[in-house]
């Protein structure tokens, strides 16, 4: 139990006291009430006795009295009604509420810290009203009235007379039977005369007079003259006098019936029905108060619940004593007690007390105990004195108390009152009510026996009670204290008589008793015992006072603490005593917070916020329902449905308290500030047929880490170039979309007129779904002048001026349960300055008659858009975003800071250009190298002209828009749709074998030496493109050469013609995914032709082999392919003609066939004299149209997939005419092996779709490098290497030689014998063959080269004499030479045959060095086909 201000040593004696009646005169009443007071009630403050009181006991012995109190009342002829004690006591609990500012008790408990009252004054103050509301009973004592005060005004024309009056008619109360109330001790009731006299108003003298001839009549131990009222009342507010009333009016003594409007009550029942008044709480009692039934389920004064708005929260017991409570505090707030009263009379009082006490009361007490006594030893034959007696009562054998199921139920018997067994009791509560407990307890002991014996168990419950509390208080203790006494006697009292207000007299004061010894288990245990659903005030104090037992105990129970707290709270809500049900709730909500208690919380929290709404305590109730919300919920979809709509109630009752504050702060639905999106610009325009809007960025894209550095780089790349090279530091690369991966560290800019929209990512926390109606965005806008200058009044706007700033509403927005859902909301900025947006506002409620909604057709109102709400609140949540921690400085990295995250602050620019771009008959699937022709349209949707138009990616080789040269026809898509792609022309079918030459420069296709390729100027007509105009542009796109699915850049660039100071250019991306399949496979070797002279009589001249493979596996609906082309792109060769022995001119190539083509070389004519830039395009066809590949688009795609070489510097010849250095010969040297051959193979594929033939067109590129390399149209995929051991060795230093490889060298000299294919020779006549040869030699390089020949045979093997044969070569069988630079010299040669056969006269070995150089080369020519000779005999 909580701690009291009395010790229960204090408190027993306090609430058992003699009581004594108090019976005035009309006149004596008026003079008291002249202090707003009556009689009893003047004399209550002074009632106890400041001294020791001295009496003597039946054995003469002198006893102590300490701290007697009397109680001094009104005589009431009609018992309290139970329901009138109701009221009163919950009148009583609720007026007593823990003080403001009052520090509580903090008990620690394992891991909990609890702020805990210690006391419990509303405990307290029921305990002692409910102890001196005590109806008086026959079974005992202990408040029938010992004496009577009669009182009579010196006023008054016959004092004398109206005490005879007055002293008549308490005697006809007393002794009359039509009156059944008050009991009174004894029939011979001690009556004590009181003389009132008014000082300032009566005649003191007259007085003095009546009060000489009261003492002769009455004598002088029997009456007394009280002064009073020796101020006048006009004089009150001259001196302040204390006011020791107003502490005891305010508890309204339950016998003082006048203070009740009910006014006194008639009872309907007879006389024999007393037993009734027994049972304050009675179940079955069915007297009427005010017309009201009196039974536990409906409280007297209950509310009518119609009028009541929140009944149904409140159950049954609401019950309206804190408002009566408050009116008659009201009433009695400007009332002053004792304003007649001066010190002095006080004084007067308190002495009238103490004389009537010791010259009155004692006395008669002292008599009446003797008299008691002697009765007793009288009508028992026993001896002297009971004192004598006690052993012999109390010794010897004890016969063992029957058990209360034995006893038969015999309540109902009564005593009459002279019987004496009912004189032990009288002459026990007499003893015990001036504190001689001994006496007390002796015969209490014997009356208990007595009454047991005749089994009168009312009676003996009652002397069993009083003897555990008689024994509990015997100074020094001389037993322990009879528990179980008390025990039986509650369960008497409750089971047999069914009375329970003296169970609970019981309980309260056992529970007191155990607690003083700190058997707190034992009290706790009690106290839940008496908990029934008759009495809910008295279960929530009884369980309250349980609580702090289990959090007192010496290791505290704090669980059970809470667990009781909450049944207290239940109980004290059902009895309407919401503030304590309240405070219950909160003092046990400390044990299960935090704890994973979630359902306990959550009901704790639910009750919390009802209890303070009903106390109109609207911001207790708001966060208590918060804290349900946002917790993640265990409850069922119905329970959080019922905590919503609870929620949204009272918040709206909230807001309408003070409608014009600011917007509440929501909880519902979680925000996820983090994942806050911002996007600056238009939403992208969806396709249109054949016409698909650039994807740009959107906020349906996914972030990409890599491909964001992919577009910064590409941005970079061409601000770069803009720049000539140097990037501006103010550079900082565009964000349309800020989220958390951006860089947010500074204010983005947003441009006027263009849609800023903020992605807010919900989520619904519960299993109901949440509708929010008119969702917006709020926001503080600071407006700027043009000059960027604030305005010389700083406005802030918060969503109130939309000609500043625009702001979407979305009037319906729906998150399913637990869904998580994300709201673009859009502001449109029509002026610049400087925008902050703040947060969401919206309506929060839920949807009616739905509690969950699965999937998007559970709600019949889904597709409409129209819900039905059930109720809705107004309110906002904030945007606030923490910004990245800071890592950087040492300072930063031991703290924890973090850095600012601006997304939501953008800086309103002025206008700028917006271009959009559209794409027509863009494909999605192409063929490997094919070409496509699309069109692309640019379209400025801004109110500003753009000029400076690029576009870059990192594959130019995907697409171009045609070269300078390039003939923009036709214009329109549909005109193209079936013509090709190429620029074609028809040809005489008798030319087809030799090339077509024509010539272009890389730089009018935008390739050069210092040009960037992945920068492509587009070209608009003047450069700019004025408002609302658009331009489409031809586009050819080529398939990448590797299969698969390709996604290719564009970012295309553009600037203002106006410079604008915060943005200098904007951007636009796309993303093209192209999927590419399977087409051709090309190699391709080139080497030197044997022959040193050709038709026009120059040597120089190569082979190109070329192998084509169809490796399309017909998945594309591909039927075939045809080589419509094969053309040659370089400065120095072009193709002559197709040495094909085949005659077959119509190259087709089905799935998986391969063709081999063999074409001849030669060196351009224009050699020496072209530009670096200038290329030769030949052109060799194989069918009936040439495709003029030096234009668009083949030229592009060419010169495009060369510009990875052309980026390399070329290296310039030296001036110096004199001799070339070594390093100079080496490099010429290497020349003679390179060849710069580039092969363009153009070719139409026939395709079946939708029973429809297509012809596709393509183009796949070889550059040949190295003469005998072969080379592919894409590069090989790499073999891992094989595993090789490790080897180890110390590298010599020697310098790096500048010296040619092998290969180069011997590539130096290029051979060529010149011979007859076959002789005629008759050996019958001449044994000896002999065949001239011609060796010819011609120095490849521009250096002097020394030669070796050396005609003798190297290869003797068997296997070589087998295969050709063996001849000889006559004459000299050595040459040395020196070539000068391309010089041809040929040697004449002679080769003997001694018989026919076949021969190879390829056995010469040629051995060249530079002139300069020590170390000799063979040349590869030997390796070369073989020169085989046929010498025939005739």
């Not at 034959?381 to 004192?387: D, K, W, Y």
């Amino acid at each position: 139990m909580a701690q009291c201000v009395q010790s229960v040593q204090e408190l027993i004696p306090d609430s058992f006291v003699p009581c004594v009646a108090a019976l005035c005169s009309d006149e004596a009443e008026r003079l008291t009430r002249l202090n707003h007071l009556s009689f009893a009630e003047l004399l209550k403050p002074f009632s106890r006795l400041t001294s020791e009181v001295h009496m003597r006991d039946p054995n003469n012995q002198l006893h102590i009295i300490k701290n007697l109190k009397i109680a001094v009342s009104n005589i009431i002829t009609q018992p309290p009604q139970p329901a009138a004690i109701r009221k009163l006591l919950n009148d009583v609990v609720s007026g007593s509420q823990p003080a403001e500012g009052l520090v509580a008790n903090v008990i620690t408990a394992g891991d909990y810290d609890l702020n805990i009252s210690a006391t419990t004054p509303w405990f307290e103050s029921y305990r002692e009203t409910f102890l001196q509301s005590m109806p008086s009973s026959d079974h005992e004592f202990l408040n029938h009235y010992l004496a009577c005060m009669l009182v009579v005004s010196s006023s008054e024309s016959d004092p004398m007379e109206q005490f005879s009056k007055l002293s008549q008619e308490q005697h006809r109360i007393q002794h009359n039977n039509d009156y059944s109330y008050p009991k009174w001790f004894i029939p011979n009731t001690l009556k004590y005369y009181v003389l009132l006299h008014d000082v300032s108003a009566g005649d003191e003298q007259r007085a003095e007079s009546i009060y000489e001839e009261m003492k002769q009549k009455y004598g002088t131990q029997g009456c007394y003259l009280l002064k009073i009222n020796s101020r006048t009342s006009n004089r009150a507010s001259d001196e302040q006098i204390p006011d020791p009333w107003s502490q005891y009016l305010q508890k309204n003594s339950i016998q003082n019936q006048e203070s009740y409007e009910d006014g006194p009550c008639t009872i309907t029942s007879n006389k024999s029905s007393d037993n009734n008044l027994l049972s304050l709480d009675g179940l079955d009692n069915e007297v009427k108060v005010d017309g009201l039934p009196n039974n536990f389920r409906a409280h007297p004064l209950q509310l009518d619940q119609s009028s009541d708005p929140s009944n149904s929260m409140d159950g049954q017991d609401h019950v309206k004593s804190a408002s009566s409570l408050h009116e008659t505090k009201k009433a009695n707030a400007g009332v002053i007690h004792g304003a007649c009263l001066t010190l002095t009379d006080h004084d007067r009082i308190r002495q009238f007390i103490q004389e009537f006490t010791f010259r009155g009361l004692l006395p008669h007490i002292e008599k009446t105990i003797r008299q008691l006594n002697d009765q007793l030893i009288s009508r028992k034959g026993l001896s002297r004195s009971l004192f004598s007696a006690t052993k012999k009562w109390f010794s010897g054998s004890k016969v063992p108390e029957k058990s209360i199921n034995e006893l038969k139920n015999t309540s109902g018997l009564l005593y009459p009152p002279e019987a004496p067994e009912l004189q032990i009791r009288k002459m026990a509560d007499l003893c015990f009510l001036v504190q001689h407990y001994d006496l007390a307890y002796n015969c209490y002991h014997t009356a208990k026996k007595d009454f047991l014996n005749d089994q009168a168990m009312l009676y003996a419950a009652g002397a069993l009670e009083m003897a555990a509390v008689s024994a509990f208080l015997q100074p020094g203790a001389p037993r322990p204290y009879p528990a179980h006494y008390m025990d039986t006697a509650i369960q008497t009292y409750r089971d047999i008589c069914k009375n329970m207000v003296l169970a609970e007299r019981c309980v309260l004061l056992s529970a007191e008793i155990l607690k003083s010894q700190s058997k707190y288990s034992e009290a706790a245990a009690l106290l839940i015992r008496l908990t029934s659903e008759d009495s809910d005030l008295r279960s929530a104090l009884l369980l309250e006072q349980a609580a702090h037992c289990f959090i007192n105990m010496k290791s505290p129970m704090v669980r059970k603490y809470a667990f009781h707290m909450i049944l207290a709270g239940h109980r004290f809500s059902k009895a309407g005593q919401k503030k304590h049900a309240l405070r219950c709730y909160c003092q046990a909500m400390q044990v299960y917070k935090g704890k994973g208690w979630s359902l306990a919380e959550d009901h704790i929290n639910f009750t919390i916020g009802r209890q303070s709404y009903t106390l109109r305590q609207l911001d207790n109730a708001v966060s208590a329902f918060r804290h349900i919300l946002i917790n993640e919920s265990k409850q069922s979809a119905t329970q959080q449905g019922a905590f919503l709509r609870e929620y949204l109630y009272v918040y709206k009752n909230v807001s309408q308290l003070s409608p014009d504050g600011p917007l509440p702060q929501l909880p519902l639905p979680y925000i996820n500030s983090s994942a806050t999106r911002v996007f600056f610009g238009h939403d992208r325009r969806p396709a249109d047929g054949e016409k698909q809007a650039a994807t740009h960025v959107s906020l349906d894209q996914e972030y990409d880490c890599e491909s964001s550095q992919q577009w910064r780089e590409l941005e970079e790349h061409v601000v770069a170039v803009v720049n000539k090279g140097i990037i501006p530091s103010n550079f900082h690369p565009t964000q349309y979309c800020l989220n958390s991966y951006s860089d947010n560290s500074r204010f983005p800019l947003a441009v006027v007129e263009e849609p800023i929209t903020v992605e807010v990512a919900f989520r619904n926390p519960l299993k109901v779904p949440l509708l929010l109606t008119d969702l917006s965005l709020v926001w503080k806008f600071q407006p700027k002048d043009v000059s960027g200058k604030d305005n010389e009044e700083i406005k802030e706007l918060v969503t109130s001026q939309p000609e500043m700033i625009g702001t979407e509403v979305i009037s319906e927005f729906l998150i399913n349960s637990e869904e998580s859902k994300v709201a673009r909301l859009k502001l449109f900025p029509h002026h610049i300055g400087e925008l902050h947006i703040l947060g969401v506002v919206y309506n929060l409620g839920t949807i009616q008659g739905s509690m969950t909604v699965d999937g998007i057709g559970a709600l019949p109102g889904c597709h409409t858009g129209k819900h039905s709400l059930s109720m809705s609140v107004r309110g906002r949540q904030d945007l606030e975003i923490q910004g990245p921690r800071l890592n950087n400085t040492k300072e930063e990295k031991t703290s924890i800071k973090y850095g600012p995250d601006r997304r939501l602050d953008p800086i309103i620019t002025e206008e700028m250009p917006l271009l959009e771009v559209f794409f027509i008959h863009f494909p999605t699937g192409l063929l490997c190298g094919e070409i496509r022709k699309a069109y692309v349209e640019f379209v400025n949707v801004s109110k500003c002209p753009l000029t400076g138009l690029k576009v870059v990616s990192k594959r130019p080789e995907f697409f171009t828009f045609g070269g300078n040269t390039a003939v923009l026809t036709p214009l329109s898509p549909s005109a193209s749709e079936n013509c090709s792609a190429y620029k074609t022309v028809v040809t005489d079918s008798t030319s087809v074998c030799a090339a077509l030459i024509s010539s272009a420069s890389s730089v009018d296709f935008g390739i050069g030496i210092r040009s960037q390729p992945e920068v492509i100027p587009v070209p608009l007509p003047d450069t700019v493109l004025l408002p609302g105009a658009s331009v489409q542009l031809p586009m050819w796109l080529r398939g990448p050469d590797e299969e698969g699915v390709h996604e290719i850049n564009f970012l295309f660039y553009y600037e203002s013609v106006k410079k604008q100071p915060k943005i200098q250019h904007r951007i636009l991306r796309h993303t093209a995914v192209i999927c590419t399949s399977r087409s051709l496979n090309i190699r391709a070797t080139v080497c030197r032709s044997n022959s040193l002279e050709d038709e026009e009589g120059r040597g120089g001249n190569m082979l190109v082999f070329v192998d084509v493979e169809n490796t399309n596996t017909s998945e594309a609906g591909v039927k075939e392919f045809h080589i419509a082309q094969v053309s040659s792109s370089s400065k120095h060769w072009s193709l002559q003609k197709s040495v094909n022995l085949s005659e077959n001119k119509d190259a087709k190539l089905a799935s998986r066939e391969k063709g081999k083509f063999c074409f001849k070389a030669v060196k351009c004519k224009e050699a020496a004299t072209q530009s670096a830039e200038k290329y030769t395009f030949a052109d060799i066809i194989f069918g009936n149209e040439q495709i003029i590949s030096s234009t668009s688009p083949c030229a592009d795609f060419f010169f495009r997939s060369l510009s990875s070489e052309l980026k390399k510097p070329q290296t310039q010849q030296s001036v110096n005419t004199g001799k070339h250095s070594a390093e100079e010969a080496v490099r010429m040297i290497q020349k003679c092996s390179e060849v710069d051959l580039n092969i363009v193979i153009l070719w139409k594929a026939y395709v079946i779709e939708d029973s429809k033939q297509l012809i596709l067109e393509g183009q796949h590129h070889v550059i040949l490098h190295t003469i005998g390399k072969e080379a592919f149209s894409y590069r090989q995929k790499q073999e891992p290497p094989e595993m090789e051991l490790l080897k180890f060795f110390r590298p010599e230093n020697s310098t790096v030689s500048s010296r040619p490889s092998v290969d180069q060298l011997s590539n130096i000299i290029k051979t060529s014998l010149h011979y007859p294919e076959s002789f005629n020779h008759p050996f019958h006549q001449k044994s000896l063959c002999l065949v001239p040869v011609t060796l010819l030699l011609s120095n490849c390089s521009k250096a002097d080269v020394d030669v070796i020949v050396d005609l003798r045979h190297k290869t003797t093997s068997p296997e070589a004499l087998e295969t050709h044969g063996s001849f000889t070569w006559l004459g000299q069988t050595q040459y040395k030479l020196q070539l000068k630079s391309q010089e041809i010299h040929s040697l004449q040669l002679k080769a003997c045959f001694v018989h026919t056969g076949v021969y190879n006269l390829g056995t010469p070995r040629v051995f060249a060095k530079l002139s300069d150089q020590v170390t000799v080369f063979e040349t590869s020519q030997q390796n070369s086909m073989p020169a085989l000779i046929i010498i025939n005999n005739i």
